[in-house]
Nanobody
């Protein structure tokens, strides 16, 4: 089993920054892909960014240039630095690990961007 715990969400004003963390534990093996997804009210869950074991990254067009994903393999931890936040970034952000056809999800952390 794999357990994922997100932290770092909260309320921030437009233009502000937040840093999300995802701590993984359990049967974590190498060569996995970790990612951040988000789901806004009334919308489908969407990919925000993901990063391979070797640190190859890709981003949704809506966050390019504003968000940065990173990981620390030794600590089984992933991060999402979010800058220049906009109201449309408001959502529940979920941590995901994918390996060998298996998907694992955290419980999510709320990010609210509002003045």
């Amino acid at each position: 089993q794999v357990q994922l715990v997100e932290s770092g969400g909260g309320l921030v004003q437009p233009g502000g920054s937040l840093r999300l963390s995802c701590a993984a534990s359990g049967r974590i093996f190498s060569d996995n892909v970790m990612g951040w997804y988000r789901q806004a009210p009334g919308k489908q869950r969407e990919l925000v960014a993901r990063i391979t074991w070797g640190a190859i990254t890709n981003y949704a067009d809506s966050v390019k240039g504003r968000f940065t994903i990173s990981r620390d393999n030794a600590r089984n931890t992933m991060y999402l630095q979010m800058n220049s936040l906009k109201p449309e970034d408001t959502a529940i952000y979920y941590c995901n690990v994918f390996r060998m056809g298996n998907d694992y999800w955290g419980q999510g952390t709320q990010v609210t961007v509002s003045s």
